[in-house]
């Protein structure tokens, strides 16, 4: 039960957490339990009508979405979702924004990113401004991603380009 919980936040993770039949029905008990929460989501719901409006109305603070490349292609290859997938994450980000919720887009350095990452940087913030917040992570081939090649990267492979998006970022 929720209300057993000493904590006053959340975040509602999964695999994909609104795509789980009981998705609505947690942000309610989180909501009459007065828990703030956020989400961490590949934004798979994000575009349907009304999906964030809603979830704004039963207190979503923060949206954490992935979104690691700018082209379609590679988000798909990256992500594993349709190429139709990134542009229904691209509208669910402008719908949350909409709702008032706060967003954070993850973006991973893939072999398919390197060297376009600030692209993706200087794409977003021409859409968004500054009303989203950027996360680059570098990979691990520890989890469940185990060991696809397109994560199987040094650092020095991407230091540079992480080094470029903070120097965009401060910019």
Same mark, same amino acid.
């Given at each position: 039960?929720? #209300?057993?919980?000493? =904590? *006053?936040?959340?975040?509602? %993770?999964?695999?994909?957490?609104?795509?789980?039949?009981?998705?609505?029905? !947690? #942000?309610?008990a989180l909501r009459d339990h007065t828990m703030a929460w956020d989400i961490n =989501?590949?934004? $798979?719901? @994000?575009?349907?009508?009304?999906? &964030?409006? %809603?979830?704004?109305?039963?207190?979503? @603070?923060?949206?954490?979405?992935?979104?690691? /490349?700018?082209? /379609?292609?590679? $988000?798909?290859?990256?992500?594993?979702?349709?190429? *139709?997938?990134?542009?229904?994450? !691209?509208?669910?980000?402008?719908? @949350? @924004?909409? &709702?008032? +919720?706060?967003?954070? +887009?993850?973006?991973?350095?893939?072999?398919?990113?390197?060297? *376009?990452?600030?692209?993706?940087?200087?794409?977003? %913030?021409?859409?968004?401004? %500054?009303?989203?917040?950027? *996360?680059?992570?570098?990979? $691990?081939?520890?989890?469940?991603?185990? #060991?696809w090649p397109g994560i199987a990267l040094r650092y020095a492979e991407v230091a540079?380009?992480?080094?470029?998006?903070?120097?965009?970022?401060?910019?």
């Amino acid at each position: 039960r929720i #209300a057993d919980f000493p =904590t *006053k936040y959340a975040v509602v %993770t999964g695999g994909e957490p609104t795509v789980h039949p009981g998705f609505l029905a !947690v #942000a309610e008990a989180l909501r009459d339990h007065t828990m703030a929460w956020d989400i961490n =989501t590949n934004g $798979s719901r @994000l575009h349907e009508p009304g999906f &964030c409006a %809603t979830a704004a109305e039963l207190g979503l @603070l923060r949206a954490i979405v992935s979104l690691h /490349a700018r082209d /379609a292609e590679a $988000s798909a290859a990256i992500s594993g979702i349709a190429e *139709k997938g990134h542009s229904r994450i !691209v509208a669910g980000i402008d719908e @949350l @924004l909409r &709702c008032g +919720v706060a967003v954070m +887009v993850n973006a991973v350095a893939t072999r398919l990113t390197l060297g *376009k990452l600030t692209d993706l940087l200087r794409w977003g %913030t021409q859409r968004w401004g %500054t009303q989203v917040q950027w *996360k680059f992570v570098f990979p $691990s081939s520890a989890g469940k991603g185990g #060991a696809w090649p397109g994560i199987a990267l040094r650092y020095a492979e991407v230091a540079e380009d992480f080094r470029a998006c903070a120097a965009l970022g401060a910019a």
